[in-house]
């Protein structure tokens, strides 16, 4: 599977950004999702998680100001990002989580940075 992560970019703090991730499946639907961040010199961390029946969680530090979706008719899982602060710049990136196995696959990343 291939993951192919568009959208991020330079944006002002309180600005907002969409992050698309397109899969390449035919079996999107079973794959658990999810989009990771990566700040310099951090250990990656998850930022939000959907599942194969659409339940989310998300970090406690974007709770209220990140959403996650998909839409399993075009293959895509999206990241709604609001209210952006400074520490939100990272290189987000893309997972894919086939449930009950060791499938697991990563997108290449996009770079969100966020201006004070």
């Known amino acids: ?6 959208g991020g970019g330079l944006v002002q703090a309180g600005g907002s950004l969409m992050l ?11 794959y658990n999702m999810a989009w990771y961040r990566q700040a310099p010199g951090k250990q990656r961390e998850l930022v939000a998680r959907i599942t194969t029946g659409g339940r989310t969680n998300y970090a406690d530090s974007v709770k209220g100001r990140f959403t996650i979706s998909r839409d399993n008719a075009k293959n895509t899982v999206y990241l709604q990002m609001i209210s952006l602060k400074p520490e939100d710049t990272a290189v987000y990136y893309c997972n894919a989580v086939l449930p009950l196995s060791t499938y697991e696959y990563w997108g290449q990343g996009t770079q969100v940075t966020v201006s004070s």
Do not use: D, E
Request: charged fraction near 5%.
């Open 20 to 30: 698309s991730c397109s899969a390449s499946t035919r079996v999107f639907s079973q």
């Open 1 to 6: 599977v291939q993951l192919q992560a568009s």
